[in-house]
Nanobody, 118 residues
Framework: QVQLVESGGGLVEPGGSLRLSCAAS????????MRWYRQAPGKERELVAG????????NYGDHVKGRFTISRDNAKKTVYLQMNSLKPEDTAVYYC???????????WGQGTQVTVSS
């Protein structure tokens, strides 16, 4: 059974930091690119960050460049999102995504809430 389980969300003050984790099971994690998306109330889901299957390349949405860092540990089957200098506009549900486009395979986690507020 495929599972992506996010954790690490919560309430943080502006300027603070959080680290999200996404633990994978039920598929060959090391063969999948991993991405974090987010969706704020009333807005469309948007890409936050992505990392290739081997971890050698990353990409970020313009709104988080320089503040967020995506990484992965294939031995632990986990992808991380380190979020620094958080802003109220970062408030959203954050989703983990596994993608193997060449095989049309895509999996989603259930999401974790991040709220940035004083």
């Amino acid at each position: 059974q495929v599972q992506l389980v996010e954790s690490g969300g919560g309430l943080v003050e502006p300027g603070g930091s959080l680290r999200l984790s996404c633990a994978a099971s039920g598929f060959t994690f090391s063969r999948f690119a991993m991405r974090w998306y987010r969706q704020a109330p009333g807005k469309e889901r948007e890409l936050v960050a992505g990392i290739t299957s081997g971890g050698g390349s990353t990409n970020y949405g313009d709104h988080v460049k320089g503040r967020f860092t995506i990484s992965r540990d294939n031995a632990k089957k986990t992808v991380y999102l380190q979020m620094n200098s958080l802003k109220p506009e970062d408030t959203a549900v954050y989703y983990c995504n596994a993608n193997r486009g060449s095989y049309s395979l895509e999996y989603w986690g259930q999401g974790t809430q991040v709220t940035v507020s004083s």
